[in-house]
């Protein structure tokens, strides 16, 4: 069992930066794929990047190539989502998921659990 808890979400101008953080309980973490989503107001969630477990191979989806970065820290449990050049479009709840599938994905299905998510707000 894996619990994720996501912080750093906020309000910030177009061209901004934020970096998230998904704290993770449990002595397996380093073990999981891991990865970040994010939800528009009614709709399903988008992938956004994933990392697989030891860090050595990221995804990303194409709308953030080259703005945003994610990695890990698995001394500390957590992975991060380095958000720059942030602009409206990006405005979304963003959740951070852990998967079994150790080498990480693209897919929904593939993750098992799930944070609360944090609320990112992109003003232009």
């Known amino acids: 069992q894996v619990q994720l808890v996501e912080s750093g979400g906020g309000l910030v101008q177009a061209g901004g930066s934020l970096r998230l953080s998904c704290a993770a309980s449990?002595?397996?973490?380093?073990?999981?794929?891991m990865a970040w989503f994010r939800q528009f107001p009614g709709q399903e969630r988008d992938f956004v990047a994933a990392i697989s477990w030891g860090g050595g191979t990221t995804y990303y989806a194409d709308s953030v190539k080259g703005r945003f970065t994610i990695s890990r820290d698995n001394a500390k449990n957590t992975v991060y989502l380095q958000m720059n050049s942030l602009k409206p479009e990006d405005t979304a709840v963003y959740y951070c998921a852990a998967s079994r599938r150790s080498s990480g994905s693209s897919y929904y299905t593939d993750y098992a659990y799930w944070g609360q998510g944090t609320q990112v707000t992109v003003s232009s």
């Open positions: 449990g002595r397996t973490f380093s073990s999981y794929g």
